[in-house]
């Protein structure tokens, strides 16, 4: 059974960083995405960044480019993310997903056509 685990999230001023971390278990990733999809209230889900386990190619959202770095560590099952610049517009809960990676780019990772998530991190940005 696959399970995500977030952690990291917390409350940071305009301009701070914060790291999320994502701890994946349950089968062997190789094949898979991984996935950072973030939630605010009122609005729809909103992808943010993805990974291959396999080789580390990235995707970012244009919201995120150049401010957030998704990377992984293969040892210790952990996918992260690295938010630099932190806007108001940023806060919202964070969630880790997996998918197959053939899946997620078939629907150009679609935030709402993950099959696995974590339970979500909170970030809230104070202006």
């Known amino acids: 059974q696959v399970q995500l685990v977030e952690s990291g999230g917390g409350l940071v001023q305009a301009g701070g960083s914060l790291r999320l971390s994502c701890v994946a278990s349950g089968r062997t990733f190789d094949r898979y995405a991984m996935a950072w999809v973030r939630q605010a209230p009122g609005k729809e889900r909103e992808f943010v960044a993805a990974l291959s386990w396999s080789d580390g190619s990235t995707w970012y959202a244009d919201s995120v480019k150049g401010r957030f770095t998704i990377s992984r560590d293969n040892a210790k099952n952990t996918v992260y993310l690295q938010m630099n610049s932190l806007r108001p517009e940023d806060t919202a809960v964070y969630y880790c997903?997996?998918?197959?990676?053939?899946?997620?780019?078939?629907?150009?990772?679609?935030?709402?056509?993950?099959?696995?998530w974590g339970q979500g991190t909170q970030v809230t940005v104070s202006s």
């Open positions: 997903a997996a998918d197959y990676l053939s899946i997620a780019t078939m629907y150009a990772f679609d935030p709402n056509k993950f099959e696995y």
